[in-house]
């Protein structure tokens, strides 16, 4: 299928260049049985080449323009959204963090007071975790929305994507996903705000919970890299075992907005806030999949070379 459509490309890019060919070729063949005349066969020849050629450059350049034109109108469209967005957002901050306070202030007033139930103590303490879960999420959607910089860190990334993992457990169990661990020994410290970095993580584990409705397979690995002269770079990478994404597809998913998913409340916004979150700690973002065999999602992190320890710790704005 995606042959036939490369080849159908092909000829529309060059639709008129062959039209020319084939009058050529007609002209040829019906003039050399009438008619010796060569020298006004080749000029006649080189004319309609040259007339096709100089034609079909100009019907696809003026083609162009118009998908660049309705590109940068997406893209308009687009942030404009955003932007409604993050006025939107701000308003649900102010409504929805006041709740959370004190919901998180009852918390420990219900801990102090249950000091000898280890059930009572263990399920507040969960209500209070998910508590400032909801918490970090808003101020993670204002971040994207505001370009709020970064406040960094040098963090230990195991035990971000295991607390990540325990948000969501639930998940994990009623899909029935097995979760397979792969850290390399000698791990390097990230440079990174880790509330930031627990939605990243939290937003592909749901996607790939989302592709295995019926059991399957999360592998999560992690390994530093080293780059050019003593820069290094940690590497994390969560590969599930689902349905995959279609090749036509894989370039939109970072697109704010777009979504493949008819889930209620879905809102495409997902990859959009993860890539802007990366972007924003100046690390990369690429996914491979294939349909029927699953998805790969590579992460680089900057990482703490041995010379940096105990350096200030870096921030930074979103890179557009």
């Known amino acids: 299928m995606r ?16 039209i020319a060919l084939a009058m050529v070729l007609i002209y040829w063949i019906l003039d050399s049985l009438v008619s010796n005349q060569v020298t006004t066969r080749v000029l006649i020849v080189a004319f309609v ?17 118009l998908e660049e034109k309705e590109r940068a109108q997406k893209q308009l469209i687009e942030a404009e959204k955003l932007a409604a967005l993050g006025i939107v957002a701000a308003g649900i901050a102010h409504e929805v963090k006041n709740p959370l306070a004190i919901i998180i202030q009852g918390v420990e007033y219900l801990k102090s007071s249950m000091e000898s139930d280890a059930l009572l103590l263990d399920v507040t303490e969960r209500i209070k975790k998910s ?25 230990d990334i195991i035990p971000v994507i295991e607390e990540t993992l325990s948000f ?12 397979v661990r792969q850290y390399a020994t000698g791990l390097p410290e990230a440079r990174i705000d880790d509330n930031q970095i ?19 397979t999360i592998t999560i690995s992690a390994e530093g890299l080293r780059e050019e002269g003593d820069r290094r770079s940690l590497q994390v990478v969560i590969a599930d075992t689902g349905c995959g994404i279609p090749e036509s597809v894989l ?19 997902g990859l959009s806030v993860t890539k802007g979150i990366i972007d924003k700690h100046r690390g990369k973002i690429r996914i491979e999949s294939e349909v029927d065999k699953g998805t790969r999602v590579i992460i680089g992190l900057p990482a703490v070379s041995p010379q940096q320890n105990g350096s200030p710790a870096v921030t930074g704005g979103r890179n557009e």
């Open 168 to 179: 969501v457990d639930y998940q994990i169990k009623a899909r029935r996903i097995k979760i």
């Open 251 to 269: 370039e939109k998913v970072f697109d704010p907005f777009y979504t493949t998913k008819d889930t209620p409340g879905n809102a495409g916004l």
């Open 3 to 18: 042959k036939e459509s490369l080849i159908r490309q092909k000829i529309e890019r060059n639709g008129l260049i062959l």
């Open 131 to 155: 508590a400032l879960r909801a918490d970090n999420i808003i101020r993670g959607l204002l971040s994207f929305t505001r370009q709020t910089p970064i406040q960094a860190n040098d963090v």
């Open 49 to 65: 080449l040259i007339y096709g050629i100089f034609t079909q450059t100009l019907i696809n350049s003026r083609k162009t323009a």
């Open 198 to 216: 627990k939605q990243v993580f939290v937003n592909l584990l749901l996607n790939s919970l989302e592709a295995m409705k019926n059991g399957g």
